[in-house]
């Protein structure tokens, strides 16, 4: 399946990915990951994108292109993909569509994950991220605590606070999406994919996305 995971940031976007690419064998990719891998790097896309990152401001179409050209032609992706922080503007949405014509790929359904903003804001300031470039597991201080030391379960790294989860950036990045990234919900229905799911809880949220899907292959 070709999904994309719409949704403000703290919308569940990562943990969906991941509950979805356990259920059908389909890659995630997140844009997020991808970028804060290359900053821990210190590769020349990691100090270009930095910068925006760390002010809660999007990194420039061109480079998100560049990643994302090279990433879906890689093999993994034949088996499906779910898109997970890409795209996130029009432009963006626009060049996906080109680039997903060119290598002859449909999407099955975009979905919008819609959570109250208190929730949102509640889940961004206690959420922390491990700091492994490979693993990046979520975490969150009330309802899924690292290790009593703060270290990750999964691979055993410091499990930290994001540099862009100030309550500044927090802020800036909510103003961002409601200004760049909300408008691709008209987008994707006029395109006629969209699906909006509501709810707080990532169970919900993936039971509702494979109704969607299961809905899809039946027509
Ligand atoms: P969240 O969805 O929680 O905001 P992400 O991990 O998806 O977090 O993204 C973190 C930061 O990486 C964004 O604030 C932005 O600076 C950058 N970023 C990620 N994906 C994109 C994208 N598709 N276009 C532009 N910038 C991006």
């Known amino acids: ?25 389909s890659v995630q990719i997140s844009t997020g990951d991808i970028l804060r891998g290359a900053v821990k790097a210190g590769t020349e896309l990691g100090k270009k994108a930095q910068g925006y990152m760390d002010r809660g401001e999007l990194v420039p179409d061109s480079l998100i292109m560049e990643i994302m050209e090279s990433r879906l032609q890689e093999p993994d992706c034949k ?4 898109l997970d922080g890409f795209p996130r503007t029009i432009p963006q949405a626009d060049a996906l569509k080109k680039m997903l014509q060119k290598l002859n790929l449909k999407l099955d359904l975009v979905a919008n994950i819609e959570v109250p903003k208190e929730v949102i804001l509640d889940r961004l300031t206690t959420r922390r991220t491990c700091s492994n470039a490979n693993c990046q597991e979520i975490y969150n201080i009330k309802s899924k605590p690292p290790t009593p030391d703060g270290k990750c379960k999964k691979c055993g790294s410091p499990v930290i606070q994001r540099a862009d989860e100030t309550v500044e950036a927090i802020t800036k990045r ?3 999406y409601n200004e760049k990234t909300a408008p691709l919900i008209d ?20 039971s509702g996305i494979k109704k969607a899907i299961k809905g899809k292959s039946a027509e």
């Open 187 to 206: 987008y994707y229905r006029k395109e006629g994919f969209l699906k909006i799911i509501a709810s707080t809880s990532s169970d919900e949220v993936v």
């Open 174 to 176: 909510l103003e961002t």
């Open 79 to 82: 088996k499906g993909f779910l």
């Open 1 to 25: 399946m070709r999904i994309v995971l719409l949704g403000a940031p703290g919308a569940g976007k990562g943990t969906i990915a991941k509950l979805l690419t356990d259920y059908d064998g």
